[in-house]
Structures are given as structure tokens and as C-alpha cells.
């Protein structure tokens, strides 16, 4: 375990550019807030390593933070000019007067899991069963778990079932010890389920889908400030760029992914395996006018399930929240 645990911090500060030297590029570094093991720091290592970004002009500062609440006080702070959040965070900020604008970086969503032998094979059989769900009661997962459910079944899972909310490694626990019966958790913790013999009753973007909304509507992606970014543009679209490359090479080299296997933190060939194709799904893939379109659709779903603490007082998708200067 120790030596595991000197790999990854080895992997990550490789990553991180600690132990790289770099070349002086000409003007400001991005200076990038990143989540510990995250998913966004396996595309930044395939980055740095194959040289990516030193081609497009950018330099990279990459800054580590321990979650999601810790980037964005960061990011409002000025402390970090971009970082991986959902879009519905930059709606939300946006209704109150903030400029944050989104570019999709992932579509992956979770899914429901239980263990091989459950009883449990469709939604409607969750009805009095104890259901983990990752994260808090207005997750999006659960949100849009809900709004299918009700659709689909005729089921309101919100009193149906026996709703636990928590982080997704403690309900996976719960779950392999028979205290839950059911998890919806994120898209990292479903592949990893999956690899260890748990079977999946329903993915999120087959939700999406019963929804009609494209299923591959981006979720996260690079936040930033849009006025930083028109006095930046160089270095943002310079970013995206490098981002670009590392995204292709990630859907298409297998070489890849054993070479950040140690950033993914996977016990096993089975498990890199499951992480690798979940993360390949989760690659956006519409044109960024199909993207807002989805998720403007999706944010009427989300909006009628979550009400006004989960959108505030916004009766559609902010304009602006998607950043759409010089994408195709």
C-alpha cells in the first residue's frame, strides 16, 4: 500500500509539472486548479508528456486542490484562471451576476448499481429499497434518475425508496457490505464497481436519452471567467487545442492509458480496463451549438425536479454559460 501510495503521489507530480522542467514559452502560464486523482489530471499528464501544450504556445501552472468547493473558491478568488466544474454550477453563478463561461470536457455520467446476485433489474424494483445516492439530494445523476423514473415508471424514487446521500467511496462500502441495496454513484465508481463483479440496472445516459435529450450532453468542463478569457484568447484557445490532442489520443491508444494507469489509481488490468471505456463514452462528440441545445433542455428537466435551490430563479440556461467564440 505504501509503495502504491508513492507511485500516485510520483504519477501526480509528474502531472503537476513538479519534476518536469519545461521551456520558458513567451506570456502568462495557465494557471490551471486540479482535483487530486481526478479524471481532468489523466488528460493534463497526456498533455505534458507528449508535449502538447509547449507546441500550442501555453504554459502550464497546475495547482492541486482536495475537491470541487475548494476550485471554485479558488476560481472566484483569482487564484487559478480555469478549472473542471458542471455547467449548471456556472448557470447558477451566472443568474447571480458572475461571468463564467463552460467548454465541455466530459458527457460521462454514473449509474445504478447493485451486487450480481440482487433481485433488483429495473428501476420499479427499487421501490422500499435502501438506495445510496452519490453526493447531495440535488445531484444531477439523482435529479435526472428521478425525472426518468417518474416518466418512465410512474415512480417518484424521492419517497418510493430509502434515499442514503453521501460520498461515493463510503456508499460503495455500504453497499458491498449489504447495509444498501442499490447505488447511484459517479461514473469512476460505477466502472471500478463493475470491474469487481457489481452489475449495472441502469446508466445515467440511457436516462438522458428516456429524457429525449441527446445522451451525449456534456456535464463538466473547463470553467473560466469570459472576460479573462477575451483578453486571453491565445492562451485559452491555445489550451483547447492541447486538450484536443490529449482527448484524441486517450480515445484511441490503449499504450495511453497504461501509462497514466498509475494516476487512475486502478487495482487491475479489469479495472483500467472499465475506467478507460467509461471515460472514452464520456468524450464529448456534438457540435458546441448541439451541446448548448442539450443542455438547455436538459436545465428544463433539472430546473422542474431541483426547483429553485438547485437553479435559483432562472427560468432557462443562462446566455453565455457556454463559451462558443472560435469553437466548431
Excluded: C
Excluded at 443568474?95 to 449509474?111: K, Q
Excluded at 442539450?294 to 422542474?304: G, P, Y
Amino acid at each position: 500500500m505504501l509503495r502504491r501510495r508513492a507511485v500516485l503521489k510520483t504519477a501526480f507530480a509528474g502531472a503537476l509539472g513538479v519534476t518536469v522542467p519545461r521551456l520558458a514559452l513567451a506570456g502568462p502560464p495557465l494557471r490551471i486548479g486540479v482535483l487530486r486523482f481526478g479524471s481532468f489530471s489523466w488528460a493534463l499528464d497526456v498533455m505534458r508528456r507528449h508535449g502538447f501544450d509547449a507546441a500550442a504556445g501555453v504554459a502550464l501552472d497546475m495547482r492541486p486542490y482536495a475537491g470541487s468547493p475548494a476550485a471554485q473558491v479558488a476560481l472566484q478568488a483569482g487564484e487559478v484562471d480555469l478549472i473542471l466544474q458542471d455547467w449548471l454550477w456556472v448557470a447558477r453563478q451566472r443568474g447571480g451576476g458572475a461571468d463564467w463561461s463552460f467548454i465541455p470536457f466530459s458527457s460521462a455520467l454514473g449509474s445504478v448499481i447493485v451486487p450480481a446476485t440482487s433481485p433488483i433489474r429495473a428501476l420499479s424494483d427499487l421501490a422500499g429499497q435502501r438506495l445510496g445516492v452519490a453526493g447531495s439530494a440535488l445531484d444531477k445523476s439523482w435529479l435526472i434518475l428521478r425525472a426518468y423514473a417518474e416518466r418512465h415508471d410512474h415512480l417518484d424514487l424521492a419517497h418510493a425508496t430509502r434515499p442514503s446521500f453521501g460520498a461515493p467511496a463510503l456508499l460503495g462500502e455500504e453497499l458491498r457490505a449489504g447495509r444498501l441495496d442499490a447505488e447511484l454513484t459517479f461514473w469512476p465508481f460505477a466502472a471500478r464497481a463493475e470491474a469487481a463483479g457489481m452489475r449495472r440496472v441502469l446508466a445515467m445516459e440511457t436516462a438522458v436519452a428516456g429524457l429525449g435529450i441527446a445522451p451525449e450532453v456534456p456535464f463538466v468542463g473547463y470553467v473560466f471567467s469570459a472576460r479573462w478569457a477575451e483578453a486571453h484568447r491565445g492562451l485559452l484557445d491555445g489550451f483547447v487545442a492541447a486538450a484536443a490532442k490529449a482527448q484524441a489520443l486517450l480515445a484511441t491508444s490503449d499504450a495511453e492509458w497504461d501509462a497514466i494507469a498509475p494516476l487512475t489509481g486502478a487495482a487491475n488490468a479489469a479495472e483500467l480496463e472499465k475506467l478507460r471505456d467509461a471515460y472514452r463514452a464520456g468524450i464529448p462528440r456534438l457540435s458546441p451549438a448541439a451541446n448548448e441545445a442539450a443542455a438547455s433542455a436538459l436545465f428544463q428537466v433539472l430546473a422542474a425536479t431541483g426547483g429553485a435551490a438547485l437553479v435559483g430563479d432562472a427560468k432557462a440556461l443562462a446566455p453565455g454559460t457556454f463559451w462558443q467564440a472560435g469553437l466548431s
